[in-house]
């Protein structure tokens, strides 16, 4: 029987002790023999408002020695069946957001390249865009699940065309995601006009304002996205901001009226059985929850998404 990388239990070594590593994963110098890569992107120089997402990765590592290897509400053991790993964080250049979206793509190049499905522990959500770009060199057009609380559909930020505002509308006009498949979901808040949400409405996008949300299961609509999905390579990208600040304050630019941790998680298992090709959880800014409770959901939401990849169930 293959024998497979292993979290290091709570058992043998206490959880405030081990590697800073995903789930005390072992840290691979090497993409050879892994199915599932996590990686941090420690970058906040894309954000427009609170900065310190560059702490992120750390924080979300941290919290997810807290997370055993079985989930207990979908059976899956994605440790079991799949060779997993951290690969440590990218060496972005971090007085140079043009120069960190060039290595982010040409890092995620050498990693599709060998076949790894990559998890990337964000970072503001700039990162997302060179992702996209290497992501459809290797896939083609790519569905997006996009949870975020902003489209993040903007033209320019201060004359700026790549940053986290604008990750979507670039996506869009460089072809490289299917715009009626691309689902955004949770976003709500205000806006300069009305123009904000429907430009992007015309283009194909389909949205799911959280106000419509509020007090519903999320379950059905996960499942409808996945029948309308099919079988296409589908992205998900998912900002921690979706989440009301109740539930995850640690965020650069929260918003009131958001999704519940619970329907995070009844969304994210109700896309499992997608061709999910990558994953990105971004825009934990932990110096905003000294509790660290923003970092502690992003890591099992992270968890969740590695129980609905391809091959993680055998």
């Not at 459809?136 to 790519?142: A, E, L, N, Y």
């Not at 930020?157 to 670039?170: A, D, L, Q």
Request: one cysteine or more; glycine letters at 12%.
């Amino acid at each position: 029987m293959t024998q497979f990388h292993q979290p290091i239990s709570g058992n043998d070594l206490a959880r405030f002790s081990g590697p800073n590593t995903f789930m005390r994963l072992p840290q691979a110098t090497s993409l050879d023999g892994l199915d599932v890569a996590f990686l941090g992107v420690p970058m906040d120089i894309g954000t427009s408002w609170r900065s310190g997402t560059r702490f992120g990765p750390k924080d979300i590592r941290a919290q997810s020695a807290m997370i055993r290897p079985y989930n207990m509400a979908t059976g899956a053991a994605p440790f079991d069946h799949m060779n997993i790993a951290d690969i440590g964080d990218l060496a972005i250049n971090t007085f140079s957001l043009k120069e960190s979206l060039r290595i982010v793509e040409e890092s995620y190049e050498a990693i599709l390249g060998t076949g790894v499905i990559p998890m990337a522990l964000g970072g503001d959500h700039s990162i997302t865009l060179p992702i996209l770009r290497a992501m459809s060199r290797k896939f083609g057009p790519v569905a997006v699940v996009h949870v975020d609380a902003h489209a993040d559909v903007n033209d320019e930020m201060f004359g700026e065309k790549e940053t986290h505002g604008t990750v979507f509308r670039r996506a869009y006009e460089e072809g490289l995601i299917v715009a009626d498949k691309t689902y955004q979901i949770g976003i709500r808040g205000t806006g300069y006009g009305p123009k904000d949400f429907t430009e992007a409405a015309g283009w194909g996008f389909q949205h799911f304002p959280a106000n419509e949300l509020w007090g519903r299961s999320l379950s059905g609509m996960g499942a409808e996205i996945r029948r309308d999905i099919g079988s296409r390579p589908v992205y998900i990208s998912f900002d921690i901001d979706s989440l009301d600040p109740a539930f995850a304050p640690g965020t650069g630019t929260p918003e009131i009226g958001g999704l519940t941790s619970m329907q995070a998680l009844e969304l994210l298992r109700s896309l499992r059985g997608l061709n999910v090709v990558g994953c990105d959880l971004v825009e934990v800014s932990p110096s905003y929850d000294p509790s660290g409770n923003t970092a502690l959901v992003a890591a099992n939401l992270m968890y969740e998404m590695l129980c609905i990849l391809p091959g993680g169930q055998g």
